[in-house]
């Protein structure tokens, strides 16, 4: 099968799209017949093995220990283990795996669902990691509630259109902080106000939010503190910006221990991947309260395009890539 593989870290020079054995399928796996994979930023940090951090956490020390790149998946299910129980032969599922930049991936079955009939493939590779992260981020960390003020960061990326969406759909009156080629996508996902960030700085925001999804994550903690409520919450995701050892991520750290001696709640955030935030995000999709918005495609051979497309910061929606 044809996968996009790479040996040692380094830069979308590191990839190339290569003929590798299919992968094995384990009692309880899921052969899925790739059709579209989402590009997203830890796609970028694991490709490049930066920060260092994520070499220690079990990704690979010196090289990758898993040589195709992509997580995010859609396709349809051409083989099923022993053990498998939840989909059969045929069926169309979303989910995670470890190497979805190729025709064929293999997942654990309790890493999928059904993708929802009112989407396409390539919508479906856009929800699982930016969704729950989104999901998690408004709901779960940032305990979203009717009428509250939400800033979300970053509102026009993957993760950002995500979380416009949840804190609409839950009542929340949501501000968007994004580039001005994304105002019209970021109003029409149900924000109140667009901000463009190129020409206005927090401090000239003129109200205070009870919640701020930070998902761009380059800005100072006293600068979003400071268009903060006395007791709101800012959720910081993920770890852009920064140096080799932590790049941001030391900011979620460094907030976290702020927060201990302040009324505002500052709580760090990593995407995570469990069946029960997905089955959340699928019935949302199903209900219409929440849809994937797909950037730019590109196809399986130019991923690492797609990865320097997404890495340069312009990316509207999620970027997807097909086979």
Not at 37 to 56: E, I, N, S
Not at 281 to 291: D, K, P, S, T
Not at 292 to 300: K, M
């Amino acid at each position: 099968m044809k996968a996009i593989v790479q040996d040692n870290y380094g830069s979308v020079d590191a990839l190339r799209l290569d003929e590798i054995d299919p992968p094995v399928v384990g009692d309880r796996d899921v052969l899925i017949r790739v059709r579209a994979a989402g590009v997203d930023p830890g796609v970028w940090h694991l490709m490049a093995g930066l920060p260092y951090l994520t070499r220690v956490m079990g990704f690979g020390l010196r090289r990758p220990k898993n040589r195709v790149r992509g997580v995010d998946v859609a396709g349809t299910v051409d083989a099923v283990g022993a053990a498998v129980t939840r989909f059969v032969v045929g069926d169309e599922v979303m989910g995670t795996c470890e190497g979805s930049f190729a025709e064929l991936a293999v997942t654990a079955e309790d890493r999928l669902v059904t993708k929802p009939a009112s989407i396409t493939f390539e919508q479906a590779a856009a929800a699982p990691i930016s969704g729950i992260t989104a999901l998690e981020a408004v709901v779960d960390k940032g305990r979203v509630q009717a009428d509250q003020r939400v800033l979300v960061i970053g509102a026009g990326g993957g993760t950002g259109s995500f979380a416009v969406q949840i804190a609409v759909a839950s009542g929340a009156r949501v501000t968007g902080l994004c580039g001005p080629d994304k105002a019209d996508l970021v109003r029409s996902l149900g924000a109140e106000t667009v901000v463009d960030y190129t020409t206005t700085d927090l401090a000239d925001l003129p109200e205070r939010f009870d919640l701020i999804i930070d998902t761009a994550g380059r800005r100072s903690l006293r600068a979003l503190r400071g268009v903060l409520t006395r007791s709101g919450t800012i959720v910081i995701v993920g770890g852009e910006g920064g140096g080799r050892w932590l790049a941001g991520f030391d900011r979620g750290f460094r907030g976290a221990i702020l927060a201990l001696f302040l009324r505002q709640r500052i709580v760090p955030l990593v995407a995570s991947e469990s069946l029960t935030g997905l089955e959340r995000l699928r019935v949302l999709i199903e209900g219409g309260a929440v849809a994937p918005v797909v950037g730019r495609t590109y196809p399986l051979a130019d991923a690492g395009e797609a990865i320097t497309h997404l890495h340069d910061g312009h990316a509207a929606g999620k970027i997807v890539v097909t086979t």
